[in-house]
């Protein structure tokens, strides 16, 4: 264990959120039991976590989808490697649905009996640098940077909660085989949200009736998200984590290429020759600007 500085703590070779992290958790994470009907939602940070956790619970719990419940999207999918609120995981009912930003070598074990289900959302890590960027400079408990230069730096160096982006991923996808893993990007969610969806419904084995995916496909555009407090984190930013401006939100743009309305030329060259050394025969596609196909 590491304490890298005021916002980070490193435990074996990875970034924690050092305010959210309780290091007895930790050291427990790799014997934590998983249950065969388990979902795990696994993200690198600002790769479209929130989404996702609110496209689950709108698949699994029929009172989200009609509205009869009125539960937050991070009480429904809570994450493993944070308990913000301590509940008592072993009791939740199946199947439990747990959100992760953990590297594919620090997740329970039991996950590798292959029964339980991971749901790997990636983003095009331009997109994900830009978002980071604007939301480390937002909540209190993430460094603040102050230029994008400086971001781009320490986002290369791994040097911010998730570590190295290119680790994560890879990571993930080169050990793919010891999980029952399916990998899917926030770029297919967001060029075509109603199939993404029927494709995450048959990895889970969850059979909707049409109008049972539309109600998921509604509720989880980022208009509708952005304006459902239960939805966009807004309670727990402003009582557990804390803002340091009024005017933020967890839903900023929710779109794919906001990184050319920020990255200069030659950051974005600097970018593209890092990527290329990091990402070598990697064969998963990236989506760089919303009108590619
Ligand atoms: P931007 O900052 O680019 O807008 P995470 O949940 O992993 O922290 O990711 C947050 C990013 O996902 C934010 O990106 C946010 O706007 C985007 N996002 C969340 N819900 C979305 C939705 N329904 N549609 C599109 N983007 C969404």
């Not at 209190?140 to 909660?161: P, Q, S």
């Not at 969806?197 to 496909?217: G, P, Q, R, W």
């Not at 804390?242 to 967890?250: E, H, I, L, P, S």
Request: proline residues 3%.
């Amino acid at each position: 264990m590491d304490n890298m500085n005021e916002y980070l703590i490193n435990f074996k070779g990875y970034n924690f959120e050092k305010a959210l992290a309780n290091i007895e958790d930790l050291e427990k994470m790799e014997d934590f039991e998983i249950r065969d009907d388990d979902v795990f939602i696994i993200t690198y940070p600002k790769s479209g976590t929130i989404w996702t956790q609110q496209i689950l619970s709108l698949i699994y719990y029929e009172g989200h989808r009609n509205n009869t419940e009125n539960i937050s999207t991070i009480d429904r999918a809570p994450f493993l490697e944070y308990n913000i609120y301590n509940l008592d995981y072993a009791k939740m009912s199946s199947p439990r649905i747990f959100t992760s930003h953990l590297p594919y070598y620090l997740v329970p074990k039991g996950l590798k009996e292959k029964k339980a289900k991971i749901l790997y959302i990636y983003r095009n890590p331009k997109d994900v640098l830009i978002s980071f960027f604007h939301f480390s400079n937002w909540v209190v408990t993430l460094e603040a940077t102050d230029t994008i230069d400086h971001y781009l730096e320490k986002f290369l160096d791994g040097k911010v909660v998730g570590s190295r982006w290119f680790d994560h991923i890879r990571g993930w996808y080169e050990h793919r085989h010891d999980f029952n893993i399916m990998f899917l990007s926030y770029e297919d969610l967001k060029k075509d949200l109603r199939s993404s969806v029927l494709k995450i419904c048959s990895f889970l084995k969850k059979e909707l009736s049409e109008e049972d995916v539309d109600a998921v496909v509604r509720q989880a555009t980022f208009q509708n998200m952005k304006y459902d407090p239960l939805a966009n984190y807004h309670y727990i930013v402003n009582n557990k984590v804390g803002a340091r401006k009024k005017d933020g939100c967890f839903l900023r743009k929710g779109t794919i290429g906001d990184w050319k309305n920020h990255l200069t030329v030659e950051q974005n060259e600097r970018f593209d020759m890092i990527f290329k050394s990091n990402m070598k025969n990697f064969p998963l596609k990236f989506i760089w600007d919303i009108n590619e196909q």
